[in-house]
């Protein structure tokens, strides 16, 4: 089973297509990010999540999640997301509800209209409770698709702020399935906390890595929930075959290092 943010209609149902696609696993709506990993932790499942967005960044839950969790990440797709306001009638509308991500996507566009927002769980359960309600004052903002679903018009198209607007989203399971089609590329994402608070400490970690010519293709920090001030870094590579000397090497550098995996990164049209 592969399970993807739902309702039908989400952003995430669409990567959700295309690993179902290379891997032939059925898709199931969850309705939350954590649900999914609970199913992949505990069920020995798939999951699709969202892990960065091009114009906000990072979903942190997804990244926080990916620390605690005994998952691994298993593959990568790129998708474009194009928002549309959909409802009833742009004039009556009064607050548009739409997931965190989408609203922050869409800031300025939301700001010229002097709407209110309101968070909810996806974009396409946005719609969803729109069609539900059946309230002119309330807009979802959502992909066209998720307006063909619950029923609702178009209003407005490409609504967010930048055009040029993708979502990375992640394979996340315990094995890698077979996939019917070949990657562009391979990655391989590492977190690590770093052995204590020193000049150059992150230095002699990168270090590491140009030394090998290694590609960082990301690197991030998010707060390590122990102390304020203690982070953990999130980097992503380019993979090259075998990496057992390079994690040799960083494990005599930190103090804690979780190896995510190393995947094969997809194109959207397969
Ligand atoms: O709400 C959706 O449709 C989702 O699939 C979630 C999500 C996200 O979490 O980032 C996915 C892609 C877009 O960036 C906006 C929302």
């Known amino acids: 089973m592969l399970y993807y943010l739902g309702p039908r209609g989400s952003f995430t149902e ?3 297509k295309v690993f179902s696609k ?3 696993l059925p898709l199931q709506p969850t309705s939350t990010i954590y649900e ?3 199913n992949v932790d505990k069920n020995n499942a798939y999951g699709v999540v969202p892990s960065e967005n091009s114009i906000e960044g990072s979903v942190t839950l997804t990244q926080d999640l990916l620390l605690e969790y005994d998952v691994k990440i298993l593959g990568e797709v790129d998708i474009d997301i194009n928002h549309n306001l959909v409802g009833y009638n742009k004039d009556k509308i009064e607050i548009v509800i739409s997931h965190p991500q989408a609203l922050a996507q869409c800031r300025k566009y939301i700001k010229e209209h002097g709407w209110k927002t309101k968070a909810v769980s996806s974009t396409a359960k946005a719609a969803e409770i729109v069609a539900k309600k ?3 004052r309330l807009g979802a903002i959502a992909s066209i698709e998720a307006a063909k679903l ?4 178009v209003l407005d198209r490409n609504i967010q702020d930048y055009k ?3 979502t990375r989203f992640i394979l996340i399971g315990k094995k890698t399935p077979k996939f019917n089609a070949e ?4 990655k391989t994402t590492i977190i690590i906390e770093l052995k204590e608070d020193r000049p150059g400490a992150l230095y002699h970690i990168l270090k590491k890595f140009a030394e090998r010519n290694i590609n960082l293709t990301r690197i991030e920090s998010r707060p390590s929930k122990k102390r304020l001030g203690v982070y953990v870094f999130y980097i992503d590579f380019e993979s090259h075959g075998d990496e057992k000397e390079l994690f040799e090497s960083l494990n005599k550098n930190v103090a804690y290092m979780k190896y995510l995996g190393t995947y094969p990164v997809f194109r959207k049209y397969i």
Not at 150 to 153: A, D, P, T
Not at 183 to 186: D, G, H, N, V
């Open 22 to 24: 290379l891997t032939s």
């Open 183 to 186: 990657p562009i590329a391979y």
């Open 36 to 38: 999914i990993f609970e």
């Open 150 to 153: 619950y029923g609702l018009k």
């Open 14 to 16: 669409k990567a959700g």
């Open 164 to 166: 040029n607007n993708k």
């Open 134 to 136: 059946k309230d002119e």
